[in-house]
């Protein structure tokens, strides 16, 4: 079997379709009849509705129909379905599809107009009157813990939905006979993803069959085929789901929304195709967001500065509903130890509503906060005893002899946590020799000639990769001798195609050209999960290799009866099946495709299933666990706290590499949205709940201008828990690199500055910490 394409840097199949603006996006969708949708949302946070009045709306031009929950009641005016239901949360905290009688964050649907265009549907929305009881406000979480604070929802005795805690061996133990123990607190504040396409769905009923079909820009298709079949007391296959090209997810597209249910519903009140396409303005106030939390730590640490135990609290601002459960509290939860073996740890998370916008992942999810926290700890130490850096880390690091390793961890599901393979301490000293670390003292000496501040930074990282339960995929070979895959994994811009296409091409011998894959439609595969947790290349690459290795399998056992020859002889190449060593010996697979399509009258061979195809699922029964280190150096200008980072260096393993240059292209997106977290993204609310940054003039997204050159080098130390060996690459970038770029800041600001523990970090603030420091 050939293997010339795994681990190739072959050209991404699906980009001449792509750049050249022939892809297809929920926008393009366009059928016979269809009416545009526009949401009428909540302006104040938290207030209960007293009279929706759509009289005037209803009379303006191109207005077909204006809906409220009461409108739409035949279809169950109730919350929507829990994503992720947990033990904790007795009951589900999601909200309906439009809201009734009370709402809770600025941006929540309270009616939807349907109209010919959406101009006119947005203008009718002017023309609804709108009557709504102001309610006190809760914006912030660490308020929100407060036995007297305002509730987020009126109904509930407590802002506290849950608390998880977890704990690894005698912690107090471990802090009583500890050479050093220090405190800190963090704050992680809030941004969003800002996909490239916002988020869109059409909706269309067939009369004939009572069928619903929807198009949506979703990472999780088959999670919206499932809730919406529950709502709506539906079999799931009267419900077809489709995700066409989708550009960019990044973690909120994995959500089922309400505006998906809200459309349909309409559609199906109304009898014709409804499209809603979300606007900028929208994305900034009602697709989810993250990363606000508040951590109170203390570290124990030996006399030699190695890391034996944390412990500590935590605040997470859930938002105002809960509709992924308490996914991304626990997988920061999850996230400790991080590379670092501590003898102990105990650490609790208070999960709190606010009225702000629900919180779900956004890349990373909860590790980017995990190991923000745990490498400023590693930097505490280092600054309080005046040991290296990479020293304190070297010493505290996993060992690659500790192999597979029990951290001591919970995964959500409860499973222990435990890491596959790797060397920590290999790539960590890595990203220091390519970065040249030893060279760094003479350019901090040549930057300060110039009047400059240069830092040097470092931070390194683990990531559960691979999660389960399953991903599945079918490989079918054509009797025109084409490959078709097909899978449930859908893509927002990854290269799935791709990279799903090379395992297939090799488990087959052809050539990539002869492979297509299709996903991401329910009426083409039955079952998928999501594309999240960088978890598609370990389940829905190794779903392929299953199903390729199936195929192969067949094709060889009907070669073998055709050839004459033992099917140990015979190999796959060249979209043949041929005789070791005897090349004229051959059958195509398009040869052997046409026969087990079957010809009236003509039988197939005995004991052999017709079609020359079969499925594969992998189930991830347990994590791959990918992992890295980067290091960067940014230059400040005292006067105006401009910050440029002028370097910056990763290195990473996430297992056998499909496609280098996909895996690049992952990594290096994820290190711009992580220094996008360290310096510039910070969504602001006022003490009303008012988001104050809901443009991009205000939110600062960082552009290519803002973004250094970013050097990437592998380690491969394959998985040994899945058949392809890899781990995933979608987040590793994320994860670490605010880490990284602020402790390239606080390295730059000298031994005396104030510790930073906060990101993102504004150039007013640098400004306001080197003043401290000249005083």
Partial sequence: MSTRYFGAAVPRLEDPRLLTGKGTYVDDIVLPGMLHAAFLRSSVAHGRIRRVDATAALSMPGVRAVYTMADLGGFGARPMPAMAPHPLLKTPITCSPLASDEVCYVGEAIAMVLADSRAEAEDALGAIELDIEHLPVVADARQGVAAGAPRAHSGRDSNVIATLRGSHGDVDAVFAAAAHRFSET????????????????????????????????????????????????????????????????FGPKANVYPEEFAVALAALACGHPVKWIED?????????????????????????????????????????????????????????????????????????????VPTSPVRGAGRPNAAFVLERLADTIARRLNLPREEVRRRSFVRAEQMPYVTGGKMRDGSPVAYDSGDYAKALSLVLEKIDAAGFARRRAEAAARGRLLGFGLASCVEDTGLGPFEGASVRVTPAGKVVVTTGAASQGQGHATTLAQIAADALGVDLSQVTVKAADSRVFPLGISTIASRVAVTAGSSVEIAARKVRDKAIKIAAHMLEAGEHDLELENGQVRVVGVPDMNVALSTIARILSGSAGVPIPAGVEPDLAATGYFEANQLAFAYGSQACEVEIDPETGDCRITRYVVAHDCGRLINPMIVDGQIRGGVVHGIGNALFEHMRHDEAGQPLTATFADYLLPGAAEMPDIEIHHIETPSPRNPIGAKGAGEGGTIPAAACVISAIQDALGPTAPFVTMHPVSPEQIVEWIDQTRK
């Fill in 280 to 356: 900028r303005q929208e994305h900034f106030l009602a697709t989810t967001q993250q990363r606000d939390q508040f951590w109170s730590l203390e570290v124990a640490c030996d006399a030699a500065g190695r890391m034996l135990g944390v412990r500590g609290r935590c605040i997470h601002d859930n938002g105002a509903y809960a509709p992924y459960g308490l996914i991304l509290p626990a997988t920061a939860l999850a996230s400790f130890p991080g590379p670092y073996a501590l003898a102990a740890f105990d650490l609790s998370i208070d999960v709190v509503l606010t009225n702000l």
């Fill in 186 to 249: 963090f704050e992680i504040h809030r941004g969003g993803c800002h996909s490239m396409e916002c988020r869109g769905v059409v909706a269309a009923p067939e009369p004939r069959s009572g069928e619903l079909s929807l198009w949506t820009s979703s990472q999780s298709p088959y999670m919206v085929r499932r809730h919406l079949a529950t709502y709506l007391g539906r079999d799931e296959a009267d419900i077809r789901v489709t995700a066409p090209d989708v550009g960019g997810g």
